[in-house]
């Protein structure tokens, strides 16, 4: 059975720098592409961040140059670093995972396992 759990979520200042994490378990982690997904009130789940088992990084436009998103395979963990953070941050994080297919993938479609999520509220 596949676990991803998502922890490192909270009320932050604008300007902040939290770090997530997501850990995982039941499946091939060093294998499978590690996703974040986040989803504000109201809006639709977007797509965050991603990498590849071999270290290829896709980001959303809006997270450039302020997120960060890493694995360790050892402790079959994804992080996802996140700076300067603005309010239109403030959502729910879901970590996803995705053991087949292409290295990168920007869909929710894309991917076959999901954390409970994390909420991260950035207050001004």
């Known amino acids: 059975q596949v676990q991803l759990v998502e922890s490192g979520g909270g009320l932050v200042q604008a300007g902040g720098s939290p770090r997530l994490s997501c850990a995982a378990s039941g499946l091939t982690f060093s294998r499978s592409t590690m996703g974040w997904f986040r989803q504000a009130p109201g809006k639709e789940r977007e797509f965050v961040a991603c990498v590849s088992r071999t270290g290829i990084t896709l980001y959303t436009d809006s997270v450039k140059g302020r997120f960060t998103i890493s694995r360790d395979n050892v402790k079959s963990t994804v992080y996802l670093q996140m700076n300067s953070l603005k309010l239109e941050d403030t959502a729910v994080y879901y970590c996803?995972?995705?053991?087949?297919?292409?290295?990168?993938?920007?869909?929710?479609?894309?991917?076959?396992?999901w954390g409970q999520g994390t909420q991260v509220t950035v207050s001004s």
């Open positions: 996803a995972g995705r053991a087949r297919g292409s290295p990168v993938a920007a869909r929710g479609s894309d991917y076959d396992y």
